[in-house]
């Protein structure tokens, strides 16, 4: 069980705080049951309501500054997720962000990054979905290494650039 005041990760949502934990009055809720009250990280004005003892989704605790560290200085050798079935390669993003795993959204951001590099030489845009898991992926993983390196969320590029 996770602490009120705590920074966990909850799946596609990302870093939220847990600002209580508790039994809601909630229409189709089971108000016997507990639960969470998470606050994303970059939406303070969205609350989520989880239950305390499910296990639909990814929930974890941030990584420690240590685990954010080796991450970085290992990043070299984790290998994109280049997959070139375009539904393939959706559904696998959309689990690899799910995963909330720091090193499968790495390889989520590397092959975007790649992909996106290969269609600009051709002269083509980056594509809607592309776009969309790129922003997804790099937004859960600067909001979990903002809190484990305690930096600002727009410096963490530039940590990771100058880190690895």
């Known amino acids: ?63 420690s500054k240590e685990e954010a560290e080796t991450i970085v200085n290992h990043m070299d050798n984790i290998e994109p997720m280049w997959i070139e079935n375009e539904k393939q390669r959706e559904n696998s ?3 690899a962000i799910s995963s909330a795993d720091c090193q499968k959204l790495i390889g989520v951001i590397k092959a975007l990054y790649e992909r996106n590099r290969q269609r600009m030489a051709e002269g083509k845009r980056i594509t809607f979905v592309d776009d ?33």
């Open 1 to 63: 069980m996770f602490d009120v005041g705590e920074y966990i990760v909850h799946g596609r949502n990302g870093v939220c705080q847990v600002k209580e934990i508790t039994h809601i009055d909630i229409s189709g809720a089971d108000k016997n049951q507990l639960y969470y009250t998470l606050v994303p990280v970059h939406s303070e004005d969205r609350k989520i309501f989880y239950p305390v003892d499910s296990d639909k989704v990814v929930m974890r605790s941030v990584i």
């Open 93 to 95: 993003y959309k689990e």
């Open 132 to 164: 969309r898991y790129l922003k997804e992926a790099k937004k859960n993983l600067f909001d979990e290494f903002a809190i484990a390196l305690d930096i600002e969320q727009d410096e963490v590029e530039d940590y990771i650039m100058t880190h690895k």
